[in-house]
């Protein structure tokens, strides 16, 4: 079965430092998604891309933030200066096919991200 | 806004019985509703939907959902509660509302989560 693949599994980086997450989503999908959740609380949305361009962004992805698809495979989450209330778990969705709103989104398995 | 409610951060259930836990949820027009759930270390898995119809929606692993419109609740049930259920359960609810041809208002909003624990 198709499964959304997120690299690096956890990453530790220090404050100020650009850290770059990435996701492959499910190879058919056309509109993709970050979330996060910090330690304990819910799970967040962050942005929604599609066709190349970011759709909707929560106001929590501010100017420090950006996403990319770089490639026909690959989509990216960049923080570019990271601050300790940064750290969280990031997942990245993806959901398929242009026409049907229904789909459900699928998550991949996280990023742990701890800025130290 | 729309927006989920989970009232209960755990609930407790032993092997063999039934289950049941809660979500509300608010939005605008009419939603679609989604359980997920995330054992240990792991990320989001689906679990079921409400999209129209039939109001008792079956999921993976015997789960299954009942939609109440009145109530605005889409509480997760299981007949027979299984020790490896023990995990977290989000809720999440959308508008069905969406501009196809940007994604946009197509996002999740996420309950905070129930904890299940099944013992035996």
């Known amino acids: 079965e198709p499964e959304v693949t997120q690299t690096p599994s956890h990453q530790v980086t220090q404050m100020g430092q650009e850290v770059i997450l990435r996701c492959v989503p499910i190879?058919?999908?056309?509109?993709f998604y970050w979330y996060r959740q910090i330690l304990g609380q819910k799970v967040e949305f962050l942005v929604s891309?599609?066709?190349?361009?970011?759709?909707?962004k929560s106001e929590i992805f501010d100017d420090q933030f950006s996403v990319e698809r770089p490639d026909g495979s690959n989509f990216t989450l960049k923080i570019r200066s990271t601050k300790l209330e940064d750290s969280a778990m990031y997942f990245c969705?993806?959901?398929?096919?242009?026409?049907?709103?229904?789909?459900?989104?699928?998550f991949g398995p996280g990023t742990r991200l701890t800025v130290t | 806004a729309q927006s989920v409610a989970q009232p209960e951060d755990q609930v407790n259930v032993a092997e063999g019985n039934p289950l049941t836990v809660k979500c509300t949820y608010s939005?605008?027009?009419?939603?679609?509703l989604f359980w997920y759930v995330q054992y240990p270390n792991r990320g989001l898995q689906f679990l079921l939907k409400y999209i129209t119809g039939d109001n008792l929606v079956k999921g993976s692993y015997g789960f299954e959902a009942e939609f109440n419109k009145s109530q605005t609740s889409f509480h997760l049930k299981k007949p027979s509660a299984l020790v490896s259920d023990s995990a977290l359960y989000f809720c999440a609810v959308r508008d069905r509302f969406e501009f196809l041809d940007t994604g946009t208002a197509s996002k999740l909003t996420f309950g905070t989560g129930t904890r299940l624990q099944v013992t035996l």
């Open positions: 939005v605008s027009g009419n939603p679609y």
């Open positions: 969705a993806s959901r398929g096919l242009a026409g049907d709103r229904s789909y459900e989104q699928y």
């Open positions: 891309f599609y066709n190349n361009e970011i759709s909707e």
């Open positions: 190879s058919n999908h056309l509109y």
